[in-house]
């Protein structure tokens, strides 16, 4: 059994800063590309960054330059360094990874419950 267990998310001001992580756990071989997603109300859910196992990575052009997604494999972890934050970027954020079963060695994409992010003053 893996899951993705999100944190970091909450209410920030416009221009302010937030660091969501997102760490992996369970029978685990190998995670492939991790990545964060967004839904707005009333919006499709979209890619905001992702990053490989070697760390390219590769952004929204909505948040080119203001975010910054990471990754520790030691620790099955990615974060999303979310700077200058606007309005436009409230949403669920929800965690994706792909990640070879420990178990069967089969390899299946994962989600994370989603944490709310709120840019209000």
């Known amino acids: 059994q893996v899951q993705l267990v999100e944190s970091g998310g909450g209410l920030v001001q416009p221009g302010g800063s937030l660091r969501l992580s997102c760490a992996a756990s369970?029978?685990?071989?190998?995670?492939?590309?991790m990545g964060w997603y967004r839904q707005a109300a009333g919006k499709q859910r979209e890619l905001v960054a992702a990053?490989?196992?070697?760390?390219?990575?590769n952004y929204a052009d909505s948040v080119k330059g203001r975010f910054t997604i990471s990754r520790d494999n030691a620790k099955n972890t990615v974060y999303l360094q979310m700077n200058s934050r606007k309005p436009e970027d409230t949403a669920v954020y929800y965690c994706n990874a792909e990640i070879v079963s420990g178990h069967d060695m089969l390899i299946r994409y994962y989600w994370g419950q989603g944490t709310q992010v709120t840019v209000s003053s």
């Open positions: 369970g029978s685990i071989s190998s995670i492939y590309t």
């Open positions: 990053i490989t196992s070697g760390r390219s990575t």
